[in-house]
């Protein structure tokens, strides 16, 4: 889908001076596009919630080409096929579990993703009265420029180890552990948070044991900072994100408020898609988008103040 001089939109037939007109679903989009643009210039503040469609839609997948190379020879021995399956193998030893989680959060929390997706969210929502809750842990909000006071990570963060037990309620930065743990399996990070095996290099499947991480409170193994189970740490500065988030909406359900979705699915619906409906029925001034490729819904209830987006968000947010 492209514009010509005259701000149109459509595609071009090889070979033809005319332009080919477009479809159903693309004017669908335009007509989607005006109207979030639309919302943007008249709101008094933009509240966000991304979901795992987003990070997916900044390049950061867990199949395919990627999880292979970076985790061919634990799945030839191991014999799955994605990066989330990985991360529950019941791994024999605490080194081997470190040496797979290590590659896993580098490359999902430490390295740039391949789409400026955040970048142009940023680009787009800088100058407004904004607030991001999100159930992503990858960091990205933060490395585009979001200010992290306008953060609330619901989920955790691939940045942050906890207690397995959890003993208490604290969190500790895991970014020097692991960058020696992929150094320590042969890879050598580079520019950009790329992960780069030298050639002729075999990646070591285990970590030395002296970098296994333990609390420094219980001593018992360290484990990630990410909601899987009632053993999830909320610590001070969750909690404090969350106050933020609450405060942030007390302060402006009275004014013109965009709720804008980007790519939430239904695995976690009650933690903001249902409240999101809520609010947007119950506020007079709320406007209600949803970019969601192939699942953008909004109940009766909120229709007319609705606006669904059936397209992937990266390339949306390029056209607005």
């Given at each position: 889908m492209?514009?010509?001089?005259?701000?149109?939109?459509?595609?071009?037939?090889?070979?033809?001076?005319?332009?080919?007109?477009?479809?159903?679903?693309?004017?669908?989009?335009?007509?989607?596009?005006?109207?979030?643009?639309?919302?943007?210039?008249?709101?008094?503040?933009?509240?966000?919630?991304?979901?795992?469609?987003?990070?997916?839609?900044?390049?950061?997948?867990?199949?395919?080409?990627?999880?292979?190379?970076?985790?061919?020879?634990?799945?030839?021995?191991?014999n799955?096929?994605?990066?989330?399956?990985g991360g529950?193998?019941?791994?024999?030893?605490?080194?081997?579990?470190?040496?797979?989680?290590?590659?896993y959060?580098?490359?999902n929390?430490?390295?740039?993703?391949?789409?400026?997706?955040?970048?142009?969210?940023?680009?787009?929502?800088?100058?407004?009265?904004?607030f991001?809750?999100?159930?992503?842990?990858?960091?990205?909000?933060?490395?585009a420029?979001?200010?992290?006071?306008?953060?609330?990570?619901?989920q955790?963060?691939?940045?942050?180890?906890?207690?397995s037990?959890?003993?208490?309620?604290m969190?500790?930065?895991n970014?020097?552990?692991?960058?020696?743990?992929?150094?320590?399996?042969?890879?050598?990070?580079?520019?950009?948070?790329?992960l780069?095996?030298?050639?002729?290099?075999?990646?070591?499947?285990?970590?030395?044991?002296?970098?296994?991480?333990?609390?420094?409170?219980?001593?018992?193994?360290?484990?990630?900072?990410?909601?899987?189970?009632?053993t999830?740490?909320e610590?001070?500065?969750?909690?404090?994100?969350?106050?933020?988030?609450?405060?942030?909406?007390?302060?402006?359900?009275?004014?013109?408020?965009?709720?804008?979705?980007?790519?939430?699915?239904?695995?976690?619906?009650?933690?903001?898609?249902?409240?999101?409906?809520?609010?947007?029925?119950?506020w007079?001034?709320?406007?209600?988008?949803?970019?969601?490729?192939?699942?953008?819904?909004?109940?009766?209830?909120?229709?007319?103040?609705?606006?669904?987006i059936?397209?992937?968000?990266?390339?949306?947010?390029?056209c607005?």
């Amino acid at each position: 889908m492209i514009r010509d001089r005259t701000g149109q939109t459509g595609r071009w037939k090889k070979g033809s001076m005319f332009k080919v007109l477009p479809s159903d679903e693309e004017v669908d989009d335009m007509k989607g596009i005006h109207k979030l643009r639309e919302a943007l210039d008249h709101a008094d503040a933009v509240i966000i919630r991304a979901g795992a469609g987003l990070f997916a839609s900044a390049g950061f997948v867990y199949t395919g080409r990627r999880f292979d190379h970076y985790f061919h020879d634990f799945s030839v021995r191991y014999n799955f096929s994605d990066m989330y399956t990985g991360g529950f193998y019941p791994y024999r030893t605490l080194e081997e579990y470190w040496a797979y989680w290590s590659r896993y959060i580098y490359i999902n929390r430490y390295m740039d993703a391949p789409y400026p997706v955040y970048d142009r969210l940023y680009e787009l929502v800088r100058d407004k009265d904004y607030f991001v809750i999100t159930t992503n842990v990858d960091h990205c909000f933060q490395k585009a420029g979001f200010d992290w006071h306008r953060l609330f990570c619901t989920q955790g963060d691939y940045g942050l180890f906890q207690c397995s037990e959890p003993c208490c309620q604290m969190t500790y930065d895991n970014r020097d552990t692991i960058f020696q743990m992929v150094r320590a399996q042969g890879y050598v990070p580079g520019e950009n948070g790329a992960l780069n095996l030298p050639e002729g290099v075999t990646p070591r499947m285990t970590v030395p044991s002296g970098l296994v991480p333990y609390c420094p409170v219980c001593h018992r193994p360290l484990g990630m900072n990410l909601r899987a189970d009632d053993t999830f740490v909320e610590d001070e500065d969750w909690r404090r994100a969350s106050d933020r988030y609450v405060r942030f909406l007390r302060r402006h359900q009275h004014l013109k408020v965009l709720f804008l979705e980007l790519a939430v699915g239904y695995n976690t619906p009650a933690i903001v898609k249902y409240s999101f409906w809520r609010m947007v029925h119950e506020w007079k001034d709320a406007v209600y988008v949803c970019v969601n490729n192939g699942e953008a819904y909004a109940p009766d209830e909120i229709r007319e103040k609705s606006v669904c987006i059936n397209a992937d968000a990266r390339e949306i947010l390029e056209c607005v």
